[in-house]
């Protein structure tokens, strides 16, 4: 009998990764590919969605041969992606009409203030869960309508988007229902990529009206919203297509979700920690959608076929991983491992604090204008300083959401799971379970993202068949426990908010 696998496509910030499984939960077949950075104006971020489509067959393809596996091995294909980036298409010719915008894009800030001035804001978290922010999907969808180019559909004429939108001809959707459409033809979203766009209703479980009419976003516009793990499956691949084979898509989570369910935080109290580009900490709250006092946001964890929705608070760090690249992109540092090397050096930031707020500021500040800060530095200071600083405020935003989740669940994080590139880094481990107090757990299989969306599609299949099978795949790589005396660990977090203060409100030209 020929061995038979899952598959997870995991559509990143920075690029695509296609990694397949086998029933143990372990890595069989690994590869990925980087894709451009494109960056118009200050604070604008974009993607080029036919790149990303690209990217993806090729990152398929070439995992399948590195791994010497047929498409026909492979029971199913589970997608996860950066959630909030929003790509408008075509429907006739099936490609996009602008770049994707980015989830760090933050041209609609000014659109955000005027929901604000309009005492709108109250009105949108009570039916999204979210705060009402250029983060996510609605202001943008909004922007392309208005300001992309329009389509030029002969020599002598052109259509302005919005009509066309009215007309049925365009679709929009989060990079995953992009992915599912390329691949199956199908436009389908999962709920918790639903759940990010600020135009769902996170407790009826549909598209909003009165968010739809805000937005100016019709309706014909949108995907099917679908559990995260499909016994019915979104579609299959084209037999005829780059695969060559007919392979369900079955499963779909937005990348915290995923790293959620990878984790296998499938219980209330659960939670999990990511470092990528940004810093996602989720909390599992069951059945009950959990409101905010404290600036997080209460999202969709996920949902299997047939099952009630789970929900989960967020706290959303806009930049961590982004802020070791950006030493590197200064020259402080040749590559991302060097910086434990360099924080090691010093026994202190000497009063150094850095406030990696390039793009504004996620939970639980919430301020589009805030940027990028380092304070406190005198003539003594050194690289090495501003290194450890950069690695302190990661465990210092960390903390700030820890403090705000244990706020609003009344459950108190006696042990945080944690998973992305940046975990790879013991010393920044350490310093994280120094500055929480908490314990530290990393798992053996670090990629979890793509692991929980592979879980995803493999239960709908059948590949796996409970969730305590799962479970048992799970298993630990190392634990950190608090080494610093909690008094100490206060003192330096007592001064955060001091230089948090004077990276608000920055960007006022913008």
Known sequence: MVDSYIGAIDQGTTGTRFMVFDHGGQVVANAYERHEQIYPEPGWVEHDPLEIWENTKAVVTRGLADADLDAEQLEALGITNQRETTVVWDADTGRPVHNALVWQDRRTTDRVEELEAADKVEWIR???????????????????????????????????????????????????AWLIYNLTGNHITDVTNASRTMLYDIEDLSWDDDLLEEFGVPESMLPEVRPSSDEETYGTTDPDGFLGAEVPVAGALGDQQAALFGQTCFDEGDAKNTYGTGSFYLMNTGSEAVSSDHGLLTTIGFQLSGEPVQYALEGSIFITGAAIEWLEDVDLINNAAQTAELARSVDSTDGVYMVPAFTGLGAPHWDGRARGTIVGMTRGTRKEH????????????????????????????????????AVKNNFLCQLQSDIIQTEIVRPQVDETTALGSAYAAGLAVGYWDTVDELRSNWQVDREFAPEMAASKADTMYGRWDDAVERSLDWAQEE
């Open 126 to 176: 009570e039916t999204t869960g979210l705060e009402a922010d250029a983060y996510f999907a609605a202001t943008k969808v909004e922007w392309i309508l208005d300001n992309a180019e329009p389509l030029k559909l002969s020599s002598s004429r052109t259509e302005n988007l919005r009509d066309r939108a009215r007309d049925g001809e365009l679709m929009m959707g989060t990079i995953d």
């Open 386 to 421: 501003i290194v450890r600083a950069t690695l302190e405020s990661i465990a210092y935003q960390t903390r700030d959401i820890a403090e705000a989740m244990e706020a609003d669940s009344g459950v108190e994080t006696t042990s945080l799971r944690v998973d992305g590139g």
